[in-house]
């Protein structure tokens, strides 16, 4: 019996994966992986320039691509997305639920339309995109779905409560969402990052304060870049992670470890 190869297992030619929040940052970074491991990659994000730019480079580098700007805060949007990927490439293999913002205030200053405008792009979304491809998955017996959750799903700070609600609960969709897909072959897990240096952190990389306790309370001793975060969806998207489900699994350089 051959050994079998390192690579091999972690090749995704011929899948079809959907990326929300892949104009920029971590999305940005997984769907270049996804696509540099062999699969088609859907990209979805507001802007559709920034979209076309994004599709540019990938073809450029050899991959296949394609550009759906949809608004996710509206679940019109989600399930336009999942015909439009279908549309284009017959099929959604693997779902990448990244797409998300943040909305800071302390509580008394916390808006209800804030709150709900936080939970349905991070977190609404995420059901309505599941619900849309996984008959198809069903179908053809396999899938993977991966949202980009947090370590704010389990731990928490101040003025940021939609956000970690909305968290706490995509990682608990994931677990509700493989015990019931699971028997059609279907993997659900999340990434967790701790604190990666992307547009959505700008503020806190601009507190002198926050840069410190990173450099500090950090095993590693660093924020995390977006291409770190790549690695893991392509693993749980792969043969390598069939096994694997209802996971979140966290990427903090250490963070949540060390006391
Ligand atoms: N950075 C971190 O430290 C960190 C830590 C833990 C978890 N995360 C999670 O990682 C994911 C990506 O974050 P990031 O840091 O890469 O942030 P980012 O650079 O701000 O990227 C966010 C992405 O989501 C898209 N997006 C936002 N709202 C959308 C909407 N309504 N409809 C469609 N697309 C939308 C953005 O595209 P457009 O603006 O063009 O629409 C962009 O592509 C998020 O779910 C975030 O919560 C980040």
């Not at 995704?12 to 696509?35: D, F, K, P, Y």
């Not at 399930?79 to 279908?86: G, N």
């Not at 909305?103 to 619900?131: G, M, Q, W, Y």
């Amino acid at each position: 019996m051959g050994l079998p190869s390192g690579l091999s297992i972690f090749d995704l030619t011929g899948r079809v994966a959907l990326v929300t929040g892949a104009s920029r940052g971590i999305g940005w970074e997984m769907a270049r992986a996804l696509a540099g491991a062999g699969a088609s990659v859907a990209l979805v994000g507001r802007e559709q320039a920034t979209l076309d730019a994004r599709v540019a480079e990938l073809e450029a580098a050899g991959g296949t691509a394609a550009a759906i700007p949809a608004d996710l805060s509206d679940p019109a949007g989600g399930t336009a997305v999942a015909a439009a990927c279908a549309a284009r490439f017959g099929r959604v293999d693997i779902l990448v639920n990244n797409a998300g913002i943040n909305h800071r205030r302390p509580l008394a200053e916390f808006e209800l339309a804030d709150f709900e405008r936080v939970i349905a792009t991070n977190l609404t979304s995420c059901f309505v995109l599941a619900k849309a491809v996984a008959p198809g998955m069903a179908g053809r017996g396999f899938g993977r779905i991966i949202s980009t959750s947090s370590i704010m799903a389990s731990t928490a700070r101040p003025t940021i409560i939609a956000y970690i609600a909305a968290k706490g609960g995509l990682s608990s969709m994931t677990r509700a969402l493989a015990t019931e897909l699971g028997p059609d072959g279907i993997t659900v897990n999340a990434i967790a990052p701790g604190y990666i240096a992307t547009e959505m952190t700008t503020p806190l990389q601009q507190n002198p304060e926050f840069d410190q306790m990173m450099g500090v309370r950090t095993p590693l001793r660093r924020w995390g870049r977006p291409e770190e975060m790549a690695g893991a969806a392509v693993f749980l998207a792969s043969d390598a992670a069939a096994y694997l489900t209802g996971q979140t699994i966290i990427i903090d350089g250490g963070l949540t470890i060390a006391i």
